[in-house]
């Protein structure tokens, strides 16, 4: 064994290796990204970037029926996406384990909403784990690998941001030896029309009795008992609020199996306790069992909130009425507001320029790019989930005709297209619409940290192979118009939009340019002010450009942060912004 510091997701991959897994496929979201970029540190396992979340869990499904331990890993959101292969693969269960991965994120903190995975597992029948830590994140994976292969069942683990983030100290241990197992023909476990399905059925609902008896069982679900105060049953992150509000001063119920719910502690520790609260964060998952149980007085979420994330404070506050007070006084200066901006040289920034000047509507799509939406660009006006750009402005175009639709375009990222938006492009070209569509091209999955995607040319272990073409593409699936330029010529993009704005077919418009944080783009020298010539029109500032500053009498350009792209230069009437020399 030997002692490392591990954040929650690091711990995911490291047990995964000791699991004896030998296949991981996953599409890259905050929180869980991490969990299949440090996968790359073992060679033992093939790991890889799927375009979606659907496919991820299918060639999972696959590595499993084939014989090998796998896994896939998604944020919350994703695992919508992945629902359709979920559900069944719960009726056909696994041949070797099979372990899928899903991150919440409560708060929201890079995320369009906030869903509580725990009901994905009580309606597509699986257990689901829930670690509260990063020695947690390593045991629970090898448990769920155990639990899988003993009960014919997939095992989601669930995480959040906080452990999914958190570092804390764990003990690594060697890779476990797991022989491929045989791949057999069994038509009626692995076929599932309704004859064969009907059984299965029967089946998951048996096993389901098992893995109850199994969760009144297992020590994960383990009851603490300390000397007075109230009782607390609690899961994942919440346990570590509560062990540092409350301390010795409560008993807990801490479940790490947290489906199904283990009725038998439920009522042993409710019997146990004078008063009872369920501190869980986001939807009364835990509550709700309590009280179908009969356990009708415990207290959840008539004190505690269902929206946002928790914390010991909160906790302490609602339990105890005490407030944490820190014991060193630190001086405290109002922090200005750093609202989320495109970064310098983002390649988006010159096109939503001018789709705000055009007064186009702008149906966005999820990535960088939906920072569009605020100020000063302010050119976005809709963002649903991963596709929707593309699909939505077809609806658009079908509810509200042609004199509309040339009024509005659709934005999407490269990998997002990729990921959910070459279907409904498939869908306008089907049936005639007439929609614009703009992809982004900016070489990478700029939003969750620069991950390889099927356009970019390498794969996630960074081999070359196949690129994407996305003309080819587009032409392929019946739209004639493709368009290919460069989104910090203004005038040229200016006039591209006007012209397939205009014409009543459906169009493709690629904007072609590198993210500015990628090592191969190409920085310039710093840009500057010449302050003879500004006329302080805050023409530059309408980029929304975070280099340059506004010093309430004239602007001035941040050379650390400017990486010399030239937007603001070109978008100046009074050419007052000079290039800087080459050093």
């Not at 890993?73 to 099979?98: R, W």
């Not at 999407?412 to 869908?427: A, P, Q, R």
Request: hydrophobic letters at 40%; a negative charge; charged letters at 25%.
């Amino acid at each position: 064994m030997k002692k490392k510091l591990m954040i929650g997701n690091q711990a995911i991959a490291r047990g995964a290796y000791e699991a004896g897994v030998t296949v991981v496929s996953s599409y890259p979201g905050t929180p869980s990204t991490e969990i299949t970029e440090f996968m790359t540190e073992y060679k033992e396992i093939y790991s890889e970037w799927a375009p979606n979340e659907k496919v991820a869990m299918e060639v999972a499904i696959g590595a499993s029926v084939g014989g090998a331990r796998a896994l896939c890993a998604m944020k919350h959101v994703g695992l919508n996406v992945a629902a359709d292969p979920l559900f069944t693969a719960s009726y056909i269960g696994v041949n070797a384990g099979l372990v899928i991965i899903v991150a919440d994120d409560p708060g929201m903190h890079s995320s369009q909403n906030e869903q509580d995975s725990r009901h994905y597992a009580k309606a597509a029948k699986m257990p689901m784990l829930e670690p509260t830590d990063s020695q947690e994140c390593i045991d629970f994976i090898k448990l769920a690998f155990e639990i899988s292969e003993t009960f014919d069942t997939p095992v989601m683990v669930r995480l959040s941001t906080r452990v999914s983030h958190s570092q804390s100290i764990v003990e690594t241990g060697d890779r476990q030896d797991v022989v491929l197992k045989d791949f057999v023909k069994d038509p009626a476990k692995y076929v599932m029309m309704p004859a064969m399905a009907r059984k299965r059925h029967v089946f998951v609902e048996e096993r389901m009795n098992r893995l109850l008896d199994y969760s009144n069982q297992t020590p994960i679900n383990k009851i603490i008992n300390n000397e007075g105060g109230p009782g607390i049953i609690t899961d994942g992150i919440a346990f570590q609020y509560c062990m540092e509000a409350l301390g010795d001063k409560a008993s807990y119920l801490k479940l790490g199996m947290v489906y199904p719910l283990p009725d038998q502690k439920l009522k042993e520790f409710y019997s146990s306790q004078e008063k009872v609260y369920v501190v869980e964060e986001l939807d009364p998952f835990i509550e709700e069992r309590c009280k179908v149980l009969g356990l009708s007085d415990v207290i959840g979420k008539d004190l505690f909130p269902i929206c946002g994330e928790f914390n010991a404070g909160m906790i302490k506050e609602k339990i105890l009425n005490e407030t944490i007070t820190d014991e060193i006084k630190i001086e405290t200066t109002e922090v200005p507001v750093r609202p989320p901006v495109m970064c310098p040289g983002c390649p988006h920034r010159g096109m939503y320029y001018v789709l705000k000047k055009a007064k186009l509507n702008v149906i966005g799509d999820i990535g960088c790019y939906t920072l569009g939406a605020l100020p000063p660009l302010e050119a976005m006006d809709t963002c649903v989930c991963m596709g929707a750009s593309v699909s939505m402005a077809h609806g658009i175009d079908k509810a509200r005709g042609a004199e509309f639709t040339k009024k509005t375009v659709a934005v999407i990222g490269d990998s997002t297209f990729v990921h959910s938006g070459i279907t409904g492009l498939i869908d306008i070209a089907y049936n005639k619409g007439i929609s614009t569509v703009i992809i982004l091209d900016n070489s990478i999955t700029g939003m969750t940290g620069h991950q390889e995607n099927p356009s970019t040319g390498k794969t996630l272990m960074g081999e070359p192979t196949v690129s994407l073409d996305f003309v080819k593409l587009s032409e392929a699936v019946g739209i004639k118009r493709v368009t290919v330029c460069d989104p910090f010529d203004l005038k040229g993009f200016e006039k591209i939009v006007k012209e397939e704005t205009s014409t009543e077919e459906p169009s493709v418009i690629i904007t072609q340019r590198p993210c500015a944080l990628l090592k191969t783009a190409q920085v310039f020298p710093p840009y500057h002010i010449n302050t003879e010539a500004c006329r302080y029109c805050k023409m530059c500032l309408k980029v929304g450009c975070p280099s340059i500053i506004d010093l309430g009498d004239g602007v001035v350009i941040n050379d650390a942060l400017c990486v010399g792209c030239g937007l603001c230069a070109s978008v100046c009437p009074f050419n007052a912004i000079d290039k800087g020399e080459q050093g």
